[in-house]
């Protein structure tokens, strides 16, 4: 009971976090450094940052093709999903963690959808002849969210200790490589990389804190 009511408090802190530098990003040091006059919160860091680094084509492009790959994760765990749906012809006798991992793959992706809405800022660079969203970074949410679920998941989905290490170790350099080949590209702002990390981090320990309730 004591470990529920911690973990509520840290994701409640999560919230108060993700939601201040959300403010902080559209409210501190607000420039018009981006293309096309846009204005862009944080503008001496992000500007400085963005022309350290430049626009990396190659970076883009490996992020770019990389960034299949956790679909991968999303796949395997549907296909899971629906063997088990179809076995037990009932919702409520399957896994409660693939409930729970289909439900935060929801949620992830309403999120995507919020921001391409609710627009915080615009790329450094235009990539296809218009401004476009940048933040937060989908590719390290993605990278993120989907990697550190899918590592929890195959704790109980893939029995073999050698081979689960294996993947996991795959994963991680999978995810690592995503977040930090999306810095080195060019094409966010160093704030929108942060900011897809601390928007992560707070939607996987959500999820991480229903499966705690499933068990």
């Excluded at 626009?55 to 299949?68: A, E, P, Q, R």
């Excluded at 999120?111 to 989908?138: C, H, M």
């Amino acid at each position: 009971m004591k470990k529920r009511k911690n973990m509520k408090v840290v994701l409640i802190l999560l919230f108060i976090i993700v939601t201040m530098y959300i403010i902080l990003v559209k409210t501190v040091d607000v420039q018009a450094i981006g293309p096309n006059g846009s204005a862009v919160g944080f503008a001496t860091i992000n500007g400085w940052f963005h022309q350290m680094i430049g626009l990396n084509d190659t970076w883009y492009k490996i992020t770019k093709y990389l960034g299949v790959l956790p679909f991968l994760y999303v796949l395997f765990y549907g296909i899971i999903g629906m063997r088990q749906l179809l076995n037990t012809k009932s919702i409520k006798k399957m896994d409660k963690k693939i409930i729970a991992l289909g439900c935060f793959y929801v949620a992830v992706g309403l999120v995507y959808i919020l921001f391409e809405k609710v627009i915080i800022n615009y790329r450094p660079v235009i990539l296809d002849g218009s401004l476009e969203a940048s933040f937060p970074s989908s590719h390290t949410m993605l990278a993120i969210c989907v990697c550190l679920s899918a590592m929890f998941m195959n704790s109980y989905y893939i029995k073999n200790d050698s081979l689960r290490k294996k993947v996991n170790i795959a994963t991680w350099i999978l995810m690592i490589l995503l977040v930090l080949g999306r810095l080195l590209s060019g094409v966010h702002w160093f704030t929108d990389i942060l900011g897809g990390v601390i928007i992560s981090l707070f939607l996987v320990f959500g999820f991480y804190m229903v499966c705690q309730k499933s068990k």
